[in-house]
């Protein structure tokens, strides 16, 4: 199989068990270094993009298991699209270095790992993926995706940069209510996580131009209405993306960021499960579980 074959089967196959489909560990030749744009993803009937807006339930709410359920769906969402926007870049960018192209097959391999995590873990939850709405807001920014360049803007700086966020505080809010099992899920993927958005600053970064710093020249590739704020989440952990190899003067620079779209972030909650105070690893979870 060639590694465009694979790509298309991962985005146009219908059903979940054929985006969950591992790449192989040899691939046969390339011959043909057509960008091909795919415009969407196949999906079965229960997989359909939906316009419908569903709330994420609060933290303060995740004690109860059905919470959890619905939270992991649209966390399970994210990794679903990553999965098809990853084999989406290796068809629209053949001719991107061999290590970048290897770098995105190794993302794809992790976030079915993680899409399988989220499935199993729902499950045990009473909810199945495509029980509630699915939105497409990754796949929304495929006018965004002209360069390699801007789609690891787009793709990794931003919406995976979001996700360390995200992923500390769930795993902090979920640790907090005693589930340590999702907690420890959430940090096999925060630690997942930090490799793509490295690896998405490496495409990132060799492209800086000589006069521009790493701030102005991530601005200059993301299209308003899409703005650094995706790039965040309601609660902004810097530590993370320095484990990341972020450039430190863009950490500060996305942290003072700030639009008229800036979520207030509910301190409340940042004070009750003490988030953010500091950042669980994996393997280290122990050592830092707060006693309750
Ligand atoms: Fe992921
Ligand atoms: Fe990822």
Redesign the pocket.
Known sequence: MKISQYAKHLLLAPNLEDKLMPPSRRWDEETDFTPIRIESPGRSSNLLFSDKKVKIPRLEHLNLISNRGLSLHHFANH?LM?IELFAWALLAFPSAPKSVRNGFLK?IE??QT?LKLYLDRMREFGVNFGDLPLNYIFWKQLGQFGTLESFAAVM?VSF?GA?LDYAQVYAQVFSYFGDNVTSEIMLTIFE??IK?VKRGLRAFEHSVPENKNHWEHYLSLIQFPFTPRRAKGYLYLPETRALAGMNPEFIRSLGSYEDEYTGRVNLESVKKFGLGETILRKNRLDSHLPKV
Request: charged share 50%; proline share 0%; net charge negative.
């Open positions: 990794e990553a993302t992790e976030e993680h990794s995976e996700n997942d996580e793509h």
